[in-house]
C-alpha cells in the first residue's frame, strides 16, 4: 500500500525509538561451601536469619539467594568428617531444600590447596597407572552414589595433586593429565549431565591461569568449567579478577565460576586460635564491618556477572566459633577455627542481613 505524501512526512517527524540496552548477563551458580555445616550442628549450634528467627541453615541461606551448595570430600579423614558416608547425607539433605550440589573432590585425607596435595594413606606407594584407578574409581563411587550437579576434579590444583607423581614438575602436565583424565571420565560414567570442574586459586595472576590450563589443554584434558579461587587480600584488584575472567572464557571456550570467596564481616576473634585476615579494611578501603563484608561480596558477584561468568561460591559462611569445630582433621576438638570472622552468620548464629547471593 502506498503511504500519502502528507503521512509519509509527518513519520519523519516521529522520533526513533532508542535502543534497547543490552541486558546484563545474570549468575546462574549462586553458591556456598557449607562442608564444616554437619559438625556444627552436631555440636548444637544454632542458626537464625536476618531477624533473629531459628530457622533451618539450608533454608536460611536459601533465603539470601543462594542455589548451590558446594560439599568437599575427603578420603579418610580422621575426624570423620566430610567423608563419603558424611557427604552423602549432607548433600541428600541439601537436596531435600531444593539446592543443587557441587562435591569438591580433594583426593586426600585431609586439606588440598596450592602449597599440599597429600596423597590419601590407603592409596600410599602407588604409581600413576595405580592412582589412575583410585581416582577413577573412588570418583565413580561418590559420584553414583550423590548423583551431584558438578564436580571438581581436584581443589586449587595450581601445581597438580597426589603430590609428588601428580605434580607439575618442569611444566610436565602428562601425569597430572592423566588424573585428570580418570576423573573426568569417571564423572560422565557415572551421569553424563554432571558437570566437571577443574580448579585453580589462579584468578590474580593471568600468566599462572594460561600456564596451567593451556598446560592441561595440550595433553587433551577435557573439563566443562574452570574454577578459580579469589580473595581479593591475596588474588588483586576486581579489575584483573575480570581481566582473568574474561580470558579463560575465550581462550578454552568454557564457562568459568569462582569457586571460592570471602570477607571479614569483623575484627574480632571469638576462639582461641587467631584469625587469618586480622586487618580493619583488608581490601580497597572497604571496611572488616557486616556492611562492608556485603559491599565486597556484591563487587565481586558484579565482577563475574560483568564478565559473562556463571557464579561465585562463597567460601564457609556457616563457620562460626563452635568448640570443637576446629580446622585440623588430626584434632577438630582443640584446633579451633581461625576462618569466623569471615562468615556470614555471626558469632550469634544470625545471618548478615545486608549479604544476598544475586542473579
Known amino acids: 500500500m502506498k503511504i500519502p505524501a502528507v503521512l509519509a512526512a509527518a513519520l519523519l517527524l516521529v522520533p526513533a525509538a532508542p535502543a534497547q540496552a543490552h541486558p546484563r548477563p545474570s549468575l546462574s551458580m549462586l553458591g556456598a561451601d557449607?562442608?564444616?555445616?554437619?559438625?556444627?550442628?552436631?555440636?548444637?549450634?544454632?542458626?537464625?536469619?536476618?531477624?533473629?528467627?531459628?530457622?533451618?541453615?539450608?533454608?536460611?541461606?536459601?533465603?539470601?539467594?543462594?542455589?548451590?551448595?558446594?560439599?568437599?570430600?575427603?578420603?579418610?579423614?580422621?575426624?570423620?568428617?566430610?567423608?563419603?558416608?558424611?557427604?552423602?547425607?549432607?548433600?541428600?539433605?541439601?537436596?531435600?531444600?531444593?539446592?543443587?550440589?557441587?562435591?569438591?573432590?580433594?583426593?586426600?585425607?585431609?586439606?588440598?590447596?596450592?602449597?599440599?596435595?597429600?596423597?590419601?594413606?590407603?592409596?600410599?606407594?602407588?604409581?600413576?597407572?595405580?592412582?589412575?584407578?583410585?581416582?577413577?574409581?573412588?570418583?565413580?563411587?561418590?559420584?553414583?552414589?550423590?548423583?551431584?550437579?558438578?564436580?571438581?576434579?581436584?581443589?586449587?590444583?595450581?601445581?597438580?595433586?597426589?603430590?609428588?607423581?601428580?605434580?607439575?614438575?618442569?611444566?610436565?602436565?602428562?601425569?597430572?593429565a592423566t588424573l585428570l583424565k580418570a576423573g573426568y571420565d569417571a564423572t560422565k560414567a557415572c551421569s553424563p549431565r554432571t558437570q566437571v570442574m577443574i580448579h585453580t586459586a589462579n584468578a590474580g595472576s593471568l600468566g599462572a591461569a594460561r600456564w596451567f590450563y593451556d598446560g592441561i589443554a595440550a595433553q587433551g584434558v577435557r573439563w566443562d568449567i574452570t574454577a578459580l579461587s579469589y580473595y581479593c587480600m591475596w588474588h588483586g584488584d576486581l579489575a584483573n579478577l575480570r581481566t582473568v575472567l574474561t580470558d579463560v572464557q575465550q581462550?578454552?571456550?568454557?564457562?568459568?565460576?569462582?569457586?571460592?570467596?570471602?570477607?571479614?564481616?569483623?575484627?574480632?576473634?571469638?576462639?582461641?586460635?587467631?584469625?587469618?585476615i586480622t586487618?580493619?579494611?583488608?581490601?580497597?578501603?572497604?571496611?572488616?564491618?557486616p556492611q562492608g563484608q556485603a559491599t565486597e561480596f556484591a563487587q565481586v558477584q558484579d565482577a563475574a556477572r560483568e564478565a559473562g561468568a556463571l557464579g561465585v561460591f562463597y567460601w564457609e559462611p556457616a563457620w562460626t566459633a563452635v568448640d570443637g569445630n576446629g580446622w585440623d582433621t588430626e584434632d577438630i576438638e582443640n584446633s579451633g577455627n581461625a576462618w569466623e570472622n569471615m562468615a556470614t552468620f555471626d558469632d550469634g548464629g544470625r545471618i548478615n542481613p545486608y549479604v544476598t547471593w544475586r542473579r
Not at 586439606?111 to 590407603?122: H, L, M, T, V, Y
Not at 589412575?132 to 564436580?151: E, M
Open 279 to 289: 586487618s580493619a579494611a583488608p581490601c580497597d578501603g572497604i571496611a572488616a564491618t
Open 251 to 276: 581462550r578454552y571456550g568454557k564457562p568459568a565460576v569462582i569457586a571460592e570467596t570471602a570477607y571479614p564481616y569483623t575484627t574480632e576473634n571469638y576462639d582461641h586460635l587467631e584469625n587469618i
Open 34 to 176: 557449607v562442608s564444616t555445616l554437619p559438625r556444627a550442628l552436631d555440636l548444637g549450634a544454632r542458626f537464625s536469619d536476618a531477624r533473629g528467627h531459628r530457622a533451618n541453615p539450608y533454608e536460611i541461606l536459601k533465603k539470601a539467594g543462594v542455589n548451590y551448595v558446594r560439599l568437599r570430600v575427603w578420603n579418610n579423614p580422621t575426624s570423620g568428617y566430610n567423608n563419603k558416608a558424611e557427604v552423602v547425607a549432607q548433600a541428600r539433605e541439601a537436596k531435600r531444600h531444593g539446592l543443587k550440589v557441587l562435591i569438591d573432590f580433594h583426593y586426600s585425607d585431609t586439606w588440598a590447596d596450592p602449597g599440599k596435595q597429600f596423597i590419601p594413606k590407603s592409596w600410599a606407594g602407588h604409581d600413576l597407572a595405580q592412582l589412575r584407578q583410585d581416582v577413577y574409581d573412588y570418583t565413580y563411587d561418590v559420584c553414583s552414589a550423590i548423583r551431584p550437579d558438578s564436580v571438581q576434579i581436584g581443589n586449587e590444583i595450581n601445581t597438580g595433586m597426589l603430590w609428588p607423581v601428580g605434580q607439575v614438575t618442569n611444566s610436565d602436565f602428562s601425569p597430572l
